[in-house]
Nanobody
Framework: QVQLVESGGGLVQPGGSLRLSCAAS????????MRWYWQPPGNQRELVAD???????NYADSVKGRFTISRDNAKNTVYLQMNSLKLEDSAVYYC???????????????WGQGTQVTVSS
């Protein structure tokens, strides 16, 4: 039905930057809120940032001022610009979205497969 594919993860030194992308494809009528979650090793998955279709944004306190979420509605893509990365930002990052299907017009929630971000010197 709908696939979310993340990209842009990798290994970066403390203080460095990475930009994650998540592209949605499939039977999409429109997309509501798009979200980024992270899951550090041994921890639960937590919300990092979210953005509505109109651009309303929320951030977790731990990333405010360092991470920026944005989206391109024409491309069904959400981004996460991560600056001033810290060791504790290391995690698998997951994309999540509320998608209204073009086939049934129902609203469903989808997850990407995750992308690893490792911050290490």
């Amino acid at each position: 039905q709908v696939q979310l594919v993340e990209s842009g993860g990798g290994l970066v030194q403390p203080g460095g930057s990475l930009r994650l992308s998540c592209a949605a494809s499939g039977s999409i009528a429109n997309i509501g809120i798009m979200r980024w979650y992270w899951q550090p090793p041994g921890n639960q998955r937590e919300l990092v940032a979210d953005i509505s279709s109109r651009g309303t944004i929320n951030y977790a306190d731990s990333v405010k001022g360092r991470f920026t979420i944005s989206r391109d509605n024409a491309k069904n893509t959400v981004y996460l610009q991560m600056n001033s990365l810290k060791l504790e930002d290391s995690a698998v990052y997951y994309c999540n979205a509320d998608v209204r299907l073009s086939t049934t017009l129902t609203l469903q929630n989808f997850w990407g497969q995750g992308t690893q971000v490792t911050v290490s010197s």
